[in-house]
């Protein structure tokens, strides 16, 4: 089993910038790929980006690309969302999600066996 806890959410305004962090426990020899979703009101949970074992492979959702970055600490076992230019569509729950065993960064969520509790975000206009 693998836990996931992320941080970093929180309130700001348009064209400001946050950094989430999602710190991962457990079986962390497990760990390969490791991803970020977002569930906007009333709509489904989507992927955002994702970021292979090594970090040399890194993709994201288009709406995000060029504001975005993701990176990973392997020796702490955390990968961190930076988030820049935010606008108020940002506006999520955030989650983490970790994909054992598999190298491929997939976009969908039955491709992820373990998931964080969400942190929020929230841009304001």
């Known amino acids: 089993q693998v836990q996931l806890v992320e941080s970093g959410g929180g309130l700001v305004q348009a064209g400001g910038s946050l950094r989430l962090s999602c710190a991962a426990s457990?079986?962390?020899?497990?760990?390969?790929?490791m991803a970020w979703f977002r569930r906007a009101p009333g709509q489904e949970r989507d992927f955002v980006g994702g970021i292979n074992l090594s970090g040399e492979r890194i993709y994201y959702t288009d709406s995000v690309k060029g504001r975005f970055t993701i990176s990973r600490d392997n020796a702490k076992n955390t990968v961190f969302l930076q988030m820049n230019s935010l606008k108020p569509e940002d506006t999520a729950v955030y989650y983490c999600?970790?994909?054992?065993?598999?190298?491929?960064?997939?976009?969908?969520?039955?491709?992820?066996?373990?998931w964080g509790q969400g942190t929020q975000v929230t841009v304001s206009s």
């Open positions: 999600a970790v994909r054992p065993y598999s190298d491929y960064v997939g976009r969908q969520m039955d491709e992820y066996d373990y």
């Open positions: 457990g079986r962390t020899d497990s760990i390969y790929v």
